[in-house]
């Protein structure tokens, strides 16, 4: 197992290990999720890795932003999961 499998970063550049991403409550993960949309934000707009991260983030957000069915739960994990925030 890699170090990204089993680690991800904060928002202040450190590193997280990705249990402590279930045990976050909504508020701090959409404060994550902003910091990363702000970050991508100062990277070139036309970039293909931008573009797709963004659609990532937007749809983290939008998950987050209402009340989820478990395959909802579910997408949000693991699109938390495939990010390295």
Same mark, same amino acid.
């Given at each position: 197992? +890699?170090? &990204?499998?089993?680690?991800?970063?904060?928002?202040?550049?450190?590193?997280?290990?990705?249990?402590?991403?279930?045990?976050?409550?909504?508020?701090?993960?959409?404060? +994550?999720?902003?910091?990363?949309?702000? #970050?991508?934000?100062?990277?070139?707009?036309?970039? +293909?890795?931008?573009?797709?991260?963004? #659609?990532? &983030?937007?749809?983290?957000?939008?998950?987050?932003?209402?009340? #989820?069915?478990?395959?909802?739960? #579910?997408? &949000?994990?693991?699109?938390?999961?495939?990010?390295?925030?």
């Amino acid at each position: 197992m +890699s170090t &990204l499998d089993v680690t991800m970063e904060d928002g202040s550049g450190g590193v997280r290990p990705k249990a402590q991403w279930k045990q976050m409550g909504p508020a701090e993960k959409e404060a +994550s999720v902003h910091e990363e949309v702000k #970050r991508m934000q100062r990277l070139p707009a036309h970039s +293909s890795y931008v573009t797709h991260r963004l #659609r990532v &983030l937007n749809k983290i957000l939008q998950l987050l932003s209402f009340q #989820r069915t478990t395959s909802q739960d #579910r997408e &949000l994990e693991l699109l938390f999961a495939g990010l390295s925030l």
